[in-house]
């Protein structure tokens, strides 16, 4: 296995401390000492990711882990979810809005899996994807050569360059961002790649949020070594805003620390 040792993703710096409670086995997680912004310093590199830890597989593993231990609790946080697909007729927040966006338009989802999501985009878009995975890519790609888009096999950053400048009208970036140990020049390259009007969605789990707090290293959102970045409305909006993109929307209906997860929505800014 390959490690990638860095400073931190935010803004750079390589002053931190060492959260020891919030470390596992090899992985170090440490906190910016500018910032504040919480990562992994030692992240395995692309190679092992896409080999060793296949995110299908252990996500797979991990979730079937945290059921066998907590099976009262996902029990009652089963119906919960239940009852919120229901409400929001079986779709996605995310997709609700992607839906009344635009009426036809280049589509691309960062870190696709097999093209789960893009297999239930609205058929008005043409579907893209970009997935470090060599057999959930070619799965996806297989659906989005069909219906008139394409997806690359390789790094986000690499993908991304692929692509020409304001190609896409929606970036979807959802659960991806945690696992990217580059996030800082990803983002730029999303600026690049979205058209002057275009619209990406950031999706996260919420580090600053109340579950997080009551159960520690018990969160879900804590999946080592896949996530190497845990944010915090305060880092998001940093480094949205370091990498060029305007935000659109993060109030605070997006970021409640009652939800695991937060929602940013974000426009083309200057290059
Ligand atoms: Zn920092």
């Given at each position: 296995?390959?490690y ?8 750079g710096s ?18 910016c000492?500018?910032c ?17 830890y ?14 066998n ?11 919960a ?25 280049n589509?691309?989802d ?14 008005k ?22 219906n ?13 360059q692929?692509f ?7 970036v ?5 961002l945690?696992?990217?140990y580059q996030?800082?020049?990803?983002l ?6 979205l ?12 580090f600053?949020?109340?579950?997080r707090?009551l159960r ?15 944010f ?5 909006k ?5 990498s060029?993109?305007?935000?659109d ?22 290059e």
């Amino acid at each position: 296995m390959k490690y990638v040792s860095r400073s931190c993703p935010v803004c750079g710096s390589s002053a931190n401390i060492f959260l020891h409670l919030f470390s596992k086995d090899c992985w170090q997680t440490v906190k910016c000492q500018e910032c504040s912004m919480v990562y992994i310093q030692n992240p395995p590199d692309y190679d092992t990711l896409s080999k060793d830890y296949e995110w299908n597989t252990s996500s797979a593993n991990e979730r079937k882990r945290r059921r066998n231990n907590r099976k009262v609790y996902y029990f009652f946080s089963d119906k919960a979810r239940q009852i919120k697909r229901i409400l929001r007729r079986h779709r996605r927040k995310e997709m609700i809005s992607i839906d009344s966006l635009y009426n036809s338009g280049n589509f691309l989802d960062i870190g696709c899996g097999n093209g789960g999501t893009l297999k239930h985009i609205n058929k008005k878009y043409t579907p893209y994807g970009i997935e470090i995975s060599e057999s959930l890519s070619k799965e996806a790609n297989e659906y989005c050569i069909k219906n008139g888009g394409m997806v690359i096999c390789a790094d986000s950053y690499s993908g991304l360059q692929s692509f020409e400048s304001s190609f896409f009208d929606i970036v979807l970036l959802r659960s991806y961002l945690e696992h990217e140990y580059q996030p800082l020049p990803v983002l730029r390259e999303v600026n690049r790649v979205l058209k002057k009007d275009g619209i990406a969605i950031i999706k996260v789990p919420n580090f600053d949020c109340w579950n997080r707090r009551l159960r520690g290293l018990g969160w879900p959102g804590f999946r080592f070594p896949d996530h190497v970045n845990y944010f915090t409305p305060k880092t998001l909006k940093e480094i949205v805003e370091h990498s060029g993109l305007k935000i659109d929307n993060f109030s605070l209906m997006e970021h409640l620390p009652t939800s695991d997860n937060m929602w940013l929505y974000a426009k083309k800014g200057s290059e």
